[in-house]
């Protein structure tokens, strides 16, 4: 069965040409294990093609669930056999969209055993998102053995008071450098990373360090004691086709 197929099979529907436009693909970026040389898995990131090729969407919220699943199901077929695990971004507006929620979870007991990690972003919401409402998604991904990442911790919705509430459900947490205006080279910017690889190591989860951009962050983070990255340094996200026709740009 293709990709293809699968994404409608999964989604009770037969998938149209004109759900793909406007046109949606995740883009793949690598992260690794600095200290075994190893990869560990690839982040998604979402982009969609305009008259000048690829771009962020402007809003992710804005995003279509079914066009989340089909592009998700059939981005995550293609890596089933390459890697062992795959991250995907998800706000909470969309954690709490039926949809979505079942894409991802028939998606990970078709895939097995490619674990999908669900990165729990900071962006806000236009309305608040209770801990009482995202609880069941939650447990659900948790129970069917996915990994939960809170993504973007000390920006946004991502503050420290709501990472403890998360924590119970979270296998990793992620630091991005690019969130905030400091270097490595700001003794600020260490310390912040510094409290929350500390955070995490407390609690038995993973921390990747995201934002990487050259050898002198990764001489920094050498000293820093994290082997866990992921940043331009490391590989820029690149276009995973899923049609011969997809553009390169």
Not at 146 to 169: A, F, I, K, T, W
Not at 170 to 193: C, H, T, Y
Request: aromatic content about 8%; overall charge negative; proline content about 6%.
């Amino acid at each position: 069965m293709t990709p293809a197929a699968v994404a409608g099979q999964l989604n009770g529907q037969h998938l149209t040409s004109e759900w793909r436009m406007p046109m949606y693909r995740y883009f793949i970026q690598p992260q690794l294990d600095k200290i075994n040389h190893t990869l560990i898995g690839y982040e998604l990131l979402m982009k969609q093609y305009v008259h000048d090729g690829w771009r962020p969407p402007r809003s992710f919220a804005s995003i279509p669930a079914h066009t989340i699943a089909e592009v998700l199901v059939e981005t995550t077929a293609k890596l089933a056999l390459k890697i062992g695990s795959v991250s995907v971004n998800l706000n909470r507006t969309q954690l709490l969209n039926p949809e979505i929620n079942r894409s991802l979870i028939q998606a990970q007991n078709f895939l097995r055993p490619l674990r999908l990690n669900v990165e729990l972003t900071e962006e806000k919401e236009d309305a608040p998102v209770t801990m009482a409402q995202m609880r069941p998604m939650l447990e659900a991904y948790v129970e069917r053995g996915m990994q939960v990442c809170l993504d973007d911790v000390g920006s946004g919705e991502n503050q420290l008071d709501h990472v403890r509430q998360l924590v119970p459900y979270a296998s990793e947490i992620k630091f991005a450098l690019q969130n905030f205006d400091g270097g490595l080279d700001d003794p600020d910017m260490r310390a912040r990373v510094v409290f929350w690889r500390d955070f995490a190591r407390a609690r038995g989860l993973r921390f990747i360090l995201e934002g990487v951009e050259d050898a002198r962050d990764d001489a920094i983070v050498d000293e820093l004691g994290v082997n866990l990255r992921q940043g331009y340094f490391y590989g820029k996200p690149r276009l995973l086709k899923l049609d011969a026709g997809d553009p390169e740009q």
